[in-house]
Every structure is written in C-alpha cells, then in structure tokens.
Nanobody, 123 residues
Framework: QVQLVESGGGLLQAGGSLRLSCAASGRTFSSYLMNWFRQAPGKEREFVAAIGRSGDNTYYADSVKGRFAISRDNAKNTVYLQMNSLKPEDTAVYYC????????????????WGQGTQVTVSS
C-alpha cells in the first residue's frame, strides 16, 4: 500500500510559478514510477509528467514541456512538480499517482492516487 498526499496548490496570476509536492508513505516508494495528472472542470484527467524510479528519465505532455519540471527525492519519499510560466489553461486539480507497471500515460494503470491539490491561474 502507498498513500500519497499532495500539497502546494494555490491561486496565482498568469506567468507565475508554483511547486507541488507529493509525499508518499511506505518503504517501497523507489519501486514506483511517479506521475502527475491534472483534471480541469468538465474535462478528462490528463497526463502531465512522469518520472522513472531512479529519477533519470522524465516524460512530459507537450502542453507543459519547457515550463514544468518533475523531480523526486527517494530519500524523502517525495515527488515534486515545478511549474513555471503558468497559464490560465493550467487551472486544474493536480493529482500525483504511483505506477508499478503499465503505461505512464494511462490513468487506469495507476494503482495509487493522492487526493489532489487545486491550482488556479488567473489571467
């Protein structure tokens, strides 16, 4: 079992920056690929970024590439999402999730999810 708790969301103006954190319980954090998804009102949950078990490999949605950066600290059981140059279209609830096997892009393949943290970007 892995429990995930996100933090760091908030309300800010376009162009600003925010760092989300996701703290995981359990001793097997480093065995999971970690991911951030987001869901805007009326839209499906969408892939944002993912990071491999050791942190060497990262993957991004085209919409956030060059603006967001995912990282992890296995000693602290934490994954981060640094978000820069935020746009109103980034407004969503952001979720972290843990994947043991499957596609990093498919929400259904993820076994564990956090409760989400709201990010609101005003124009």
């Amino acid at each position: 079992q892995v429990q995930l708790v996100e933090s760091g969301g908030g309300l800010l103006q376009a162009g600003g920056s925010l760092r989300l954190s996701c703290a995981a319980s359990g001793r097997t954090f480093s065995s999971y690929l970690m991911n951030w998804f987001r869901q805007a009102p009326g839209k499906e949950r969408e892939f944002v970024a993912a990071i491999g078990r050791s942190g060497d490999n990262t993957y991004y949605a085209d919409s956030v590439k060059g603006r967001f950066a995912i990282s992890r600290d296995n000693a602290k059981n934490t994954v981060y999402l640094q978000m820069n140059s935020l746009k109103p279209e980034d407004t969503a609830v952001y979720y972290c999730a843990a994947l043991s096997s499957g596609s990093i892009y498919k929400a259904d393949d993820y076994a564990y999810w956090g409760q989400g943290t709201q990010v609101t970007v005003s124009s």
